[in-house]
């Protein structure tokens, strides 16, 4: 099960939010670091969130057709 963390960047819809997470890659061949984002619509349920809050997000059962993740805690 992935668990991944990541910075909540809107709350507009009522249960969902949408969370961009960023990792960093080295490339394999050049060594150089680059930083890719992918965000994700994650299930908020019954936890509080606003913009700009840190969060760990898990993988889950598809809960509809975008939203397979689901907030475990707020880290900030």
């Known amino acids: 099960m992935k668990t991944l963390k990541g910075i909540v960047l809107s ?3 009522e249960k969902t939010a949408v969370v961009v997470v960023e990792q ?3 490339h394999s061949l050049y060594k150089k670091r680059f930083k890719r984002h ?3 619509k994650v299930d908020t349920g ?3 969130v606003s913009v700009g809050d840190t ?3 898990t993988e889950t059962k598809p ?3 975008e939203k397979h ?3 475990m805690e ?3």
């Open 38 to 40: 992918q965000k994700y």
């Open 55 to 57: 969060v760990r997000i």
């Open 69 to 71: 993740f689901r907030i």
């Open 63 to 65: 809960i509809s057709k």
């Open 46 to 48: 019954e936890m509080s």
């Open 24 to 26: 960093i890659k080295i």
């Open 11 to 13: 709350k507009n819809m």
């Open 74 to 76: 707020v880290l900030k």
